[in-house]
């Protein structure tokens, strides 16, 4: 099974801009890459999908180079808010076997 | 849009006491999840429902674990009899089960169980 790997802990100040990479060298070809955000005391909640090249919606970019072994999910100037635990998945589109790591904790200070 | 719904939020039980939870899922969601998210880590797959039949249960401790999606809606995870180490926030989650196509998962706000 396909495996992500991401930084533990992360920092930042507000409004500044944060970039979360995730490795993933083992993904296979129908493999999507999956962002979740999850607020403490709450569920995950989706941010953000893609499988090749760059992503963007109204919260966050997301950027996967040719080769997909990484992907860099990018959060433009930062609040308060967005302090949360940031989970990557490769999921092959049905869900299936999903593994979710432990995600990188973000911390967004004053 | 309502969201997916469990309860309760909170339980408090002793070892080998039984427990249910409960989840109602997005209105027209095929596919429903749950999963055990222990304290500091990521959540963790028990079950997996497509309508009413199970997809994945592989990780579901079945001596002790069980769970059903009666007409394809609502679901339940019994714990009987429970373990200090089921001390865990269980989460419901549901997506569209679109084939062939990425599914979004939708979360409830968990039931967060200690178990005495």
């Known amino acids: 099974l396909a495996k992500t790997t991401q930084p533990i802990s992360m920092d930042s100040y507000e409004g500044q801009e944060v970039n979360i990479t995730c490795s993933h060298n083992?993904?296979?070809?129908?493999?999507?890459i999956t962002w979740y955000q999850q607020f403490p005391s709450q569920g995950p909640r989706f941010i953000i999908q893609?499988?090749?090249?760059?992503v963007t919606n109204e919260v966050a970019s997301l950027f996967i180079p040719a080769d997909r072994k990484s992907s860099t999910l990018s959060l433009p100037r930062v609040s308060l808010s967005d302090t949360a635990v940031y989970y990557c998945?490769?999921?092959?589109?049905?869900?299936?076997?999903?593994?979710w790591g432990l995600g990188t904790s973000l911390a967004v200070n004053p | 849009e309502a969201g997916v719904a469990q309860s309760p939020r909170y339980k408090i039980i002793e070892k080998r006491q039984s427990v249910a939870f409960w989840c109602n899922p997005i209105?027209?969601?095929?596919?429903l999840y749950w999963y055990q998210q222990i304290l500091g880590q990521g959540p963790k797959l028990l079950i997996q429902?497509?309508?009413?039949?199970?997809?994945?249960d592989s990780q579901l401790p079945k001596d002790r674990f069980s769970a059903e999606r009666l007409k394809g809606v609502d679901s339940t995870l019994k714990i009987q009899p429970a373990k200090l180490e089921d001390s865990a926030v269980y989460l419901c989650?549901?997506?569209?089960?679109?084939?062939?196509?990425?599914?979004?998962?939708?979360f409830g706000p968990g039931t967060r169980l200690t178990v005495l």
């Open positions: 998945l490769l999921n092959a589109g049905n869900n299936r076997k999903l593994i």
């Open positions: 083992n993904i296979a070809t129908n493999d999507y």
């Open positions: 893609g499988y090749k090249t760059k």
């Open positions: 209105s027209g969601h095929a596919t």
């Open positions: 429902f497509q309508n009413n039949g199970v997809v994945d």
């Open positions: 989650a549901s997506s569209p089960g679109t084939s062939g196509s990425p599914d979004t998962q939708y």
